[in-house]
């Protein structure tokens, strides 16, 4: 993840904004302006680690935008400390030595982003673990928060995940509503084959058998199976392989965590699942300050 694109950037600004942290009332009036001190921030939780960048990243767009508050800080963690990995409960994330007014003011826009991000990166971890043994992807969705999908994405990856389309221009996708409003399954593919750009994979979304016959009639390169049990499944995968095609399969469409397996040795390659992005709990997680004493 770059921290500093210009994207993310405007992010962590906005949420600096949105929280008035160069406004922070009560610590104004409370808090010596040349008192330092130390945040230790810590998993409260056993979850796998995604956001930590976010740290430095906010204390120096804090400065640039209260320039009072302006002077050197240090992020210390453990070289072990990194996006992916696996911490448990009560293990220290990272310190941050800065003016303690400026940790007081960071504090918990770091604290949500951190706690958000790692969520994903736990729950997709989750999903991957129960697929171990089978060659299935894990996928994500473009089910984000309006603003958040880049971090949302970057997320699933850190905890063994794969992106699906970034966004609407990412790849061609017919789906159930292109299907109805284009004049249905055959018609809808053809036009999309007709005027992709090269190079682009024309994939479509299937519910039934039949439909999966009537789109390999038709050409699809790519096809993923919408809603449909596992069992259907398996033989939509052997109606494919039997036509001596390897084109990519992918299932969707109310696959949760009890019954991911099922749908994993079915044959399919891949398996997206909106709930990592749409319904990740964050995990818990707290900062710790105290001041520094010289």
């Not at 945040?39 to 979850?47: E, F, K, M, P, S």
């Not at 918990?108 to 969520?119: E, T």
Request: hydrophobic share 40%; proline share 3%.
């Amino acid at each position: 993840m770059d921290w500093k694109s210009k994207r993310v950037e405007a992010l962590l600004e906005q949420a600096l904004r949105e929280d008035k942290a160069s406004k922070d009332a009560t610590t104004a009036i409370t808090i010596d302006p040349k008192l330092r001190a130390s945040g230790v921030l810590v998993a409260r939780q056993d979850c796998i680690l995604a956001g930590v960048g976010c740290i430095p990243r906010f204390l120096e767009i804090f400065s640039e935008l209260d320039k009072k508050q302006s002077g050197r800080y240090e992020v210390i963690s453990h070289p072990e400390i990194f996006d992916g990995v696996r911490l448990r409960a009560g293990q220290a994330i990272a310190v941050i030595r800065h003016n303690a007014r400026v940790i007081l003011a960071c504090e918990r826009v770091i604290l949500n982003l951190l706690q958000h991000m790692s969520g994903i990166a736990t729950l997709t971890r989750r999903y991957v673990d129960e697929v171990k043994g089978t060659r299935v992807k894990i996928l994500d969705t473009r089910k984000t928060m309006p603003g958040m999908r880049l971090l949302d994405k970057y997320a699933v990856r850190c905890g063994g995940g794969e992106n699906h389309r970034l966004d609407l221009s990412d790849g061609i996708l017919i789906k159930q509503n292109h299907i109805a409003l284009a004049g249905g399954l055959q018609r809808t593919l053809a036009k999309a084959l007709e005027n992709r750009e090269p190079g682009r994979t024309v994939q479509i979304e299937v519910r039934n058998l039949d439909e999966l016959n009537l789109a390999l009639d038709g050409g699809a390169e790519a096809v993923l199976f919408d809603c449909m049990s596992p069992a259907d499944l398996k033989k939509a995968v052997g109606i494919v392989r039997a036509r001596g095609l390897t084109i990519p399969l992918e299932a969707a469409g109310g696959i949760t965590l009890e019954s991911i397996r099922k749908y994993a040795l079915t044959g399919v390659d891949s398996i997206s699942v909106g709930a990592l992005t749409h319904s990740a709990p964050a995990v818990d997680m707290s900062m710790k300050i105290t001041a520094e004493i010289y």
